[in-house]
């Protein structure tokens, strides 16, 4: 597969390892003859370390067939949380560490989940688009204030903090976009 249509979730074998791609970024080179370069950034699955690369948008690059199943946040078991196939009604145990860019927006029975599985084996999640989470804390709504307004910062129950917009308030299910962290509208 060409580096340019590598998405973020996506898994490559590169060097020898395997790696999840949390995020790829598209340098356009300034001069019209310089070639775009797709910086991504990820994990090493083994290892756990930090993986960092650029690469020209007709690089080919491996691509490590995952299998997706959709599962289920079934509850926090110390430093971990466990997860039930829809299906087969397995349960898998991912540690935090595994699953630290998701953890945010993890909450008991969230729907739309797929366990990422490489060889019977669980690599990690991915999150729908968008996750619905409860406003825990925030400054008092401002009666009055407009959606185009300012923003506040809210917590939610997880813990993430998010900006939303000064008319909300605490115990408002809000939803967000798990991508960008992002207020995208009441729920």
């Known amino acids: ?15 020898g390892q395997n790696i999840v791609i949390k995020s790829v970024f598209c340098q356009t080179a ?16 083994v290892t756990k370390k930090k993986f960092e690369h650029g690469f020209l948008g007709d690089e080919n690059v491996e691509i490590i067939d995952v299998n997706r199943s959709l599962v289920q946040p079934l509850y926090r078991e110390g430093d971990a949380w466990v ?4 299906d087969t009604y397995e349960q898998y145990t ?20 797929n366990a990422l599985v490489v060889d019977d084996q669980i690599m990690g999640i991915e999150l729908p688009s968008s996750v619905v989470l409860i406003i825990e804390e925030t400054a008092p709504g401002i009666k009055g204030a407009s959606s185009s307004a300012r923003t506040k910062p809210a917590t939610m129950s997880t813990g993430l903090v998010v900006q939303v917009p000064e008319y909300l308030a605490s115990g408002q299910a809000i939803k967000i976009n798990t991508e960008t962290q992002e207020y995208v509208s009441r729920a």
């Open 83 to 86: 997860f039930m196939d829809n």
């Open 30 to 45: 300034s001069s019209r003859s310089g070639n775009t370069i797709y910086k991504m950034k990820g994990q090493v699955l």
């Open 1 to 15: 597969m060409k580096a340019n249509e590598i998405k973020r979730g996506s898994f490559i074998h590169y060097e």
């Open 94 to 113: 991912l540690i935090d560490e595994d699953i630290q860019d998701e953890l945010p927006f993890l909450i008991e029975g969230l729907e739309g989940i």
